[in-house]
């Protein structure tokens, strides 16, 4: 074991890690958090980079199709174009074709028409979102049951997803911001309707076995939507959904909350009601 010093090696690792195009939009803060941790167990520097890197992967590289040379700018045009024609299906199909390129929401877009009306329907209209560990989640705006005026809020670990998203936002006409940053570290605090937790949970707990734990009660949300894969990134699905239940339901187990399953082709979903 070694003490990282946060003046040198830590600094160190930190852009040796975004010298990666995989992770050079990664938010800083996450990788020293990571980082800090992998000095402290190796005993070499390159074991620690190394490391890093391969934390990073499973909590989000891996779901990037495009590796970090996503097309932000054709995107964003891409949905100008749709947005210009006034016509709802243009832009959803603009928005699907941009989901594609992450595996998490790529694997919703069969389920996307009931997914969120079937999830929401005793919730709506919803006046305010907390999209958490978004990915490219934000782009089911389309087919959200919110009201009008609703805002938005969504943050991940990438700085240029985040940006492109915040513009894309503006573009659909919700109002709201998106920004990277980690949310272990400083879990973002507006008071909102709705807070999605999509398949994070696993991901997190990758970095924080409590993460999960300390997240569902730190959201300030009066409901949360809550999800887990019922297949690896491999395919494999054998006791994902018996397991992942009986996780949930331990995390859950001290609280007095009151919540619903619903499951679906891809994904085991609990809406979870903290209002009493």
């Known amino acids: 074991m070694r003490v990282a010093d946060e003046g040198t ?13 995989k992770y050079r939009d990664v938010c800083a ?12 167990k190796r005993r070499k520097f390159k074991e620690a980079v190394k490391s ?24 964003l045009s891409a949905l100008a174009q749709a947005a210009e024609t006034g016509k709802v299906e243009e832009l959803r199909q603009a928005c699907q074709q941009i989901m594609s390129n992450h595996t998490s929401t790529r694997e919703r877009l069969p389920i996307l028409d009931t997914f969120y009306t079937t999830l929401l329907a005793e919730l709506a209209p919803v006046h305010s979102v907390l999209d958490l560990a978004c990915g490219l989640n934000p782009l089911a705006i389309p087919w959200l049951p919110l009201a009008p005026g609703a805002r938005y809020y969504a943050c991940d670990i990438y700085v240029r997803m985040m940006a492109f998203l915040h513009d894309a936002m503006q573009l659909m006409g919700v109002p709201g911001q998106a920004w990277a940053g980690d949310i272990l570290q ?9 807070a999605f937790l999509l398949k994070i949970i696993p991901c997190l707990e990758q970095v924080d076995k409590q993460a999960g734990y300390q997240l569902l009660r730190a959201v300030r949300a009066r409901h949360l939507v809550v999800s887990f894969p019922l297949h690896s990134l491999g395919g494999h699905s054998k006791g994902m959904l018996s397991n992942y239940e009986r996780h949930f339901r331990e995390l859950l187990a001290a609280e007095p909350w009151s919540w619903r399953r619903y499951e679906f082709a891809s994904e085991l979903v609990f809406v979870v009601s903290k209002e009493q």
């Open 9 to 21: 090696e830590l600094d160190r690792l930190v852009q040796d890690v975004q010298a990666s195009v």
């Open 29 to 40: 803060d996450l990788i020293r958090r990571i980082g800090a941790q992998e000095l402290y």
């Open 52 to 75: 890093t890197r391969n934390k990073l992967h499973q909590v989000a590289g891996a779901y990037l199709v495009t590796g970090g040379h996503e097309p932000y700018t054709g995107w």
């Open 186 to 194: 400083s879990t973002p605090q507006q008071e909102v309707d709705v």
